[in-house]
Nanobody
Framework: VQLQASGGGLVQPGGSLRLSCVAS????????MTWYRQAPRKERELVAT???????YYADSAKGRFTISRDNAKNTMHLQMDNLRPEDTAVYHC???????????????WGQGTQVTVSS
């Protein structure tokens, strides 16, 4: 199982980016999918998470600006980030709880991260 994150880049304050995370490999089912971020010299923090049923939870810093979504048929998750601020600068990582086979438990998998830089 692999998670591939993409969509990061350099954007000016107030701009937008759309991150994507695709899970591939031996996948029977995917439960919660989550975006985390880690800024330099800071601890990793949860940004947003979405259940397989589509219920979403956001960190206070993301509420009203970020929208998490997923396509279960494609094992894909997106994070639409609007009105970006310099403090959103971080490496964004995706995480997913995946059951590789019908008889297995759910395991947590991580993507490699994508850099988001908000600067003028």
């Amino acid at each position: 199982v692999q998670l591939q994150a993409s969509g990061g880049g350099l954007v000016q304050p107030g701009g937008s980016l759309r991150l994507s995370c695709v899970a591939s490999g031996s996948i029977f089912s995917v439960d919660a999918m989550t975006w985390y971020r880690q800024a330099p010299r800071k601890e990793r923090e949860l940004v947003a998470t979405i259940t397989s049923g589509g219920s979403a939870y956001y960190a206070d810093s993301a509420k009203g600006r970020f929208t998490i979504s997923r396509d279960n048929a494609k094992n894909t998750m997106h994070l639409q980030m609007d009105n970006l601020r310099p403090e959103d600068t971080a490496v964004y990582h995706c995480n997913a709880a995946i059951r590789p086979h019908s008889g297995s438990a759910y395991y947590g998998y991580w993507g490699q991260g994508t850099q988001v830089t908000v600067s003028s």
